[in-house]
């Protein structure tokens, strides 16, 4: 079943209402538009992630006088993933008491709950500079590879993987590969592991992030959360170090725990 019109209509309403209830200091009611395990990513601004709600209450509170005196949204597109859950992205604009003026972009993840839509997932990019693929850092790049996977989409994938990169499991086991070379090798791996294995993730914790040396590697610690038809709810820990350049990945290494994915998909070894 397709996004109903009341649906598109009620998540552009979850999105608009954002705006009004921060500045209207009314942080109590976050309640109405988050999940109790939302998480709000805001690692473009160098802060992490945030998650729960109250953790962004608290993150609001300690801006202080630092805080937008009004939030205008608009742009706003959504993308549907099924009947219940849609990705959905729009623009920013937040005007500082003194006048000032900053633009950013919000990726969301909204699903529906018998009180209304949600938002499940925010990132939070903060525009510095024109043509969007010019200005693109490897935390980006980070970003745009995970919604890929949370929506399972392979154009996104395409965009994110440059033609000659290069995907690496450091650790892995008979019958898998230990290296993919090229965009298409890559991606089509992927997108046959999506339709093999019915894993859905729903979102990432980002439990640290490292720079390096090299501004475009990064290694990142992190747990894909999401559910299996066999397996029920599953957390997948691994250990990615990820080197992008001109907004697409180059080359990643991918220490998954094997063991925990073969449960998740409800394998034994």
């Known amino acids: 079943m397709a996004l109903s019109n009341q649906g598109k209509a ?51 509170g300690a801006l202080g006088d630092a805080n937008p005196v009004a939030h205008h949204v608009t742009n706003i597109v959504i993308t549907e993933i099924d009947e219940n859950s849609a990705q959905v992205r729009s623009k920013g604009l937040g005007i500082k008491a003194d006048g000032t003026t900053g633009s950013v972009t919000y990726d969301d993840i909204v699903t529906h709950h ?31 590879f995970r919604q890929a996977a949370i929506t399972q989409s392979v154009d996104g994938m395409n965009h994110v993987y440059a033609a000659d990169a290069i995907h690496e499991f450091p650790f892995t086991r008979p019958g898998l590969p230990s290296r ?9 791996w992927i997108a046959a592991g999506w339709k093999t294995h019915p894993l859905k993730y ?18 990142v610690e992190q747990e894909a959360i999401g559910t299996s038809p066999s397996a ?38």
Do not use: C
């Not at 903060?126 to 693109?136: G, I, K, V, W």
């Not at 993919?180 to 089509?188: A, F, N, Q, S």
């Not at 080359?251 to 994915?261: E, F, G």
């Open 10 to 60: 009620d998540i552009i309403d979850l999105i608009n209402r954002h705006g009004h209830l921060t500045d209207a200091g009314e942080l109590h009611r976050y309640g109405e538009l988050f999940t109790p395990d939302v998480t709000y990513d805001m690692e473009n601004f160098g802060l992490g992630s945030l998650h729960g709600i109250e953790a962004i209450r608290e993150a609001a």
């Open 114 to 144: 018998p009180d209304g839509w949600k938002i499940t997932h925010r990132k939070v990019t903060l525009r510095r500079s024109p043509l969007d693929h010019q200005a693109l850092t490897v935390h980006d790049v980070l970003a745009r």
């Open 180 to 188: 993919l070379e090229g965009r298409d090798e890559i991606v089509t």
């Open 202 to 219: 729903e979102r990432y914790r980002t439990l640290a992030l490292h720079d390096t040396a090299d501004p475009r590697t990064i290694v």
């Open 232 to 269: 029920g709810d599953f957390t997948l820990p691994n250990i990615i170090v990820l080197t992008a350049h001109n907004g697409r990945i180059t080359h990643l290494r991918d220490y998954v725990d094997i063991m925990a994915a073969t449960a998740a998909m409800g394998h034994d070894l």
